[in-house]
């Protein structure tokens, strides 16, 4: 239940306080399920969740989609840290994910 409150509310300013009180257990116990059933504590499934979301938004290339933007929906709230994290998960910066799915269009139009 806490995975599912996760993907529901992964772009909303949520913590994992906030989300251990709502399914009604304990922060330790929330941690010690989310390590023996993810293999990570429920802050990196958090932040993972909300990268998966940021990348997905990024491979979109829509016209007029901002780095800063996409990751402020995502519910990142300090850029930096959001730009590390996302370049450790996926070895690039997001800037460079947006600017490729923005390429490919015109890459395979050219072929």
């Given at each position: 239940m806490?995975?599912?409150?996760?993907?529901a509310?992964a772009?909303?300013?949520?913590s994992?306080?906030e989300?251990?009180a709502?399914?009604g257990?304990?922060?330790r116990?929330?941690?010690?399920a989310?390590?023996?059933?993810?293999?990570?504590?429920?802050r990196?499934?958090?932040?993972?969740?909300?990268l998966?979301r940021?990348?997905e938004?990024?491979?979109?290339g829509?016209?007029?989609?901002?780095v800063?933007?996409?990751a402020?929906?995502?519910?990142?709230?300090?850029l930096?840290?959001?730009?590390?994290?996302y370049?450790?998960?996926?070895?690039?910066?997001?800037v460079?994910?947006?600017r490729?799915?923005?390429?490919?269009?015109?890459?395979?139009?050219a072929?």
């Amino acid at each position: 239940m806490a995975f599912a409150l996760m993907q529901a509310e992964a772009e909303e300013n949520v913590s994992i306080t906030e989300i251990a009180a709502r399914v009604g257990i304990g922060m330790r116990c929330l941690q010690i399920a989310f390590a023996q059933h993810y293999g990570l504590t429920p802050r990196e499934m958090l932040t993972r969740l909300r990268l998966d979301r940021a990348r997905e938004r990024l491979l979109a290339g829509e016209p007029g989609a901002r780095v800063t933007a996409i990751a402020l929906d995502a519910g990142f709230t300090h850029l930096s840290r959001f730009s590390v994290s996302y370049h450790q998960a996926f070895g690039e910066r997001p800037v460079e994910t947006l600017r490729r799915a923005r390429a490919e269009p015109l890459l395979r139009a050219a072929e």
